[in-house]
């Protein structure tokens, strides 16, 4: 069982302020991974400019996902609720796309606007975003002018619903650091408690506080910060598209390097068995036998199991890479015409031949898998890949549809029956296969 309370240098974290604009959100975050900048991340919300707004968090998990990152702040206001519950709802929706699904995810949320300040709040924050002028992303000064610009900062301070920590979604958050609000250098005093509150309570992640020295520094250089991306709001982005689909694999087989050496076992096995061994020719002959041996890892529609979509899942968090690869290059054309494409993996797999299923419908070979009980998959050093196992309680190999109506998980009905002992049918032969020599195969990502 995974214990998600469980504090470790795996834990990654995640930061979701509860602000209005202006508050110094981007300038303290910016702080923060000027003072990390290997292990903190920080994604903006005004630098996503698609209308897939759930891309904040699909960016902030992309990043979180590197293997040297820690902690990554997502930065936008969430100035309601509503905003605030639907981080969490995406996190819980998305986060095994990116990350494997026994990561543990701490939520730290940082209120930078006490209610009890708030018309301070009003004057300073007006006053730093006139200066700003048009140094963000869509707040520009010069094209909105200044009325403009006031406006949408009324909107958000008359529509704030400060931290409610006693209720839904405010008490979702594993901590909470609640700053003040100072007129002169506010973001330089909620840096540093911000420091002090990690480090209190998450050691692991920040075992010790950066001097005054470099705060300031990392302070300074935020202050300096300039946008790159430019943002229109309400009109739209021009013809920005809603982020496609991402396309999975549809199953992950493991693809036999040594096709003729298998069909030569199988005609060995079958050599004491005339009716057989004249019926395998036959086949064989007429070109009926599967172009392609492979033993299926796991389907999609394992993963509609309970079990199985965990273990569905760390395939893909494993081929996360090739998957995305798979997925740029058929941006253009991702209307789903483009299937059955296959994309090899650098892992393999080991297996030897052990029995012959045959009934009037369908050819299967019992597999056994090399590996032990944390997995069966070899990745490029010769490791066994950890928590990967076959999704398929017999693994095997479909080697030739009789029936050519029949679907290829009537096989694993087939070599299950076989398996299990129930197959005392007269009409399933099972052959034993000389298990000698060991096959290897590659994992492959099928679309
Ligand atoms: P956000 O809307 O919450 O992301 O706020 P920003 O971080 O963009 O801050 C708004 C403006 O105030 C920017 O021009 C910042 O440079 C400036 N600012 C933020 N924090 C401080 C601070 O502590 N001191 C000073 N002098 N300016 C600040
Ligand atoms: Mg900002």
Redesign the pocket.
């Known amino acids: 069982a995974i214990d998600y309370d469980k504090v470790d240098e795996h834990t990654k974290f995640l930061i979701f ?1 509860i ?12 702080t923060l991974t000027n003072l990390f900048p290997e292990t903190w991340g920080h994604i ?1 919300n ?1 630098d996503i400019t698609g209308k897939d707004k759930s891309q904040l968090i699909k960016k902030s998990l992309e990043l979180l996902a590197k293997q040297e990152m820690k902690c990554v702040i997502v ?1 936008r ?1 969430n100035h309601q609720f509503r905003e605030r519950k639907q981080l969490f709802e995406w996190l819980d929706e998305l986060k095994e796309d990116y990350l494997a699904y026994d990561t543990n995810i701490k939520v730290i949320g940082i209120s ?1 606007a006490p209610y009890d300040k708030l018309s301070k709040i009003r004057d300073i ?1 007006m006053q ?2 006139i ?3 048009n ?2 992303q869509s ?1 520009k000064l010069d094209e909105l002018g200044e009325k403009k610009v006031i406006g949408i900062m009324s909107g958000f301070l008359k529509r704030y619903q400060p931290l409610n920590i006693d209720k839904s979604p405010d008490n979702m958050f594993d901590l909470m650091i609640e700053l003040d609000f ?1 007129e ?7 840096v540093k408690q911000i420091l002090n509150e990690i480090h209190r309570a998450y050691p692991i992640l920040m075992p010790e506080i950066p001097t005054d020295d470099k705060i300031d520094e990392a ?1 300074r250089k ?4 300039k946008p790159t991306v430019r943002k229109i709001v309400g009109k739209g982005n021009g013809n920005q598209q809603k982020t496609p689909k991402l396309i999975r694999p549809v199953y992950i087989s493991v693809n036999a390097r040594e096709h003729d050496e298998i069909i030569n076992l199988v005609r060995q096995g079958v050599a004491n068995n005339k009716d057989l061994s004249q019926k395998f020719e036959g086949l064989l002959a007429n070109d009926r036998l599967q172009k392609d041996f492979h033993i299926t890892l796991g389907h999609v529609m394992s993963s509609r199991e309970k079990e199985g979509k965990k273990l569905w899942k760390l395939y893909l968090t494993r081929y996360h890479d090739q998957i995305t690869e798979y997925n740029n290059n058929h941006k253009e054309n991702n209307s789903g015409n483009n299937q059955n494409t296959s994309v090899n993996t650098t892992d393999k797999l080991k297996f030897k031949l052990s029995k012959l299923c045959w009934d009037d419908k369908i050819i299967a070979i019992v597999v056994e898998l090399s590996g032990n009980e944390t997995g069966c998959l070899i990745d490029v050093n010769g490791d066994i890949v950890n928590g990967l196992k076959c999704l398929n309680k017999v693994p095997h190999i479909t080697v030739c549809k009789i029936d050519s109506n029949v679907k290829a998980v009537y096989s694993n009905v087939l070599c299950e029956k076989v398996q299990s002992g129930e197959a005392q049918d007269e009409n399933v032969k099972v052959l034993k296969l000389s298990d000698a020599k060991e096959f290897v195969g590659d994992v492959c990502l099928n679309f």
């Open positions: 302020p602000s209005v604009i202006g508050c110094g959100k981007t300038t303290t975050s910016q903006q005004d930065d206001n930078f924050t730093r975003v200066k700003r002028g140094n963000h707040i100072n002169i250098d506010s973001s330089l005093t909620n302070f935020s202050l300096e910060y």
